[in-house]
């Protein structure tokens, strides 16, 4: 008999609806910044990216974490004004013909449980204050009335 922890059943489960395993992230080092826009970072694995826009002072106030999930693309989008943005990506390429430009539409609720696992299992390697503003914001939850436009507590 097989005996297994509830945490990992869990765990597997998310794992499997979300679609995804995330594999370690890690920051591109040569990333183009805008000279009128804010210093961004950028970190990546197999499917997934994280970008993280950076204040004057160099802490993190927003992100975008960009996933697949089943086949398609999906873009978490928090700042601390506007709160979250959950889009799908359309790549814009219904014909080999054409060669149109990815947009972000609308997508809703996102499976925040699972994508906040995930996160957690494969951030290690990304600065603590730019990692805790992820979780943090994961964890307030789209749902949760002090989600938006809520920033949770960065240290310099």
């Given at each position: 008999m097989i005996v297994l922890n509830a945490g990992f059943v869990g765990s597997f489960v998310n794992q499997f609806t979300l679609g995804l395993i995330m594999k370690e992230l890690v920051e591109l080092r040569s990333v183009r910044q805008d000279p009128d826009g804010p210093k961004r970072r950028w970190f990546r694995a197999s499917g997934t990216d994280l970008i993280v826009w950076l204040d004057e002072r160099e802490l993190p106030y927003g992100f975008q974490l960009c996933y697949e999930r089943r086949a398609r693309e999906f873009?978490?989008?928090?700042?601390?004004?506007?709160?979250?943005?959950?889009?799908?990506?359309?790549?814009?390429?219904?014909?080999?013909?054409?060669?149109?430009?990815?947009?972000?539409?609308?997508?809703?609720?996102?499976?925040?449980?699972?994508?906040?696992?995930?996160?957690?299992?494969?951030?290690?390697?990304?600065?603590?204050?730019?990692?805790?503003?992820?979780?943090?914001?994961?964890?307030?939850?789209?749902?949760?009335?002090?989600?938006?436009?809520?920033?949770?507590?960065?240290?310099?």
């Open positions: 873009a978490l989008t928090w700042t601390n004004e506007r709160g979250f943005d959950h889009s799908a990506v359309d790549s814009g390429e219904g014909s080999p013909m054409k060669n149109r430009a990815p947009v972000l539409v609308a997508d809703g609720v996102f499976e925040q449980r699972a994508l906040l696992e995930q996160f957690e299992a494969s951030s290690s390697q990304i600065p603590e204050p730019i990692r805790k503003l992820v979780i943090d914001a994961l964890t307030l939850s789209p749902n949760d009335p002090i989600a938006p436009g809520k920033k949770p507590a960065v240290k310099p």
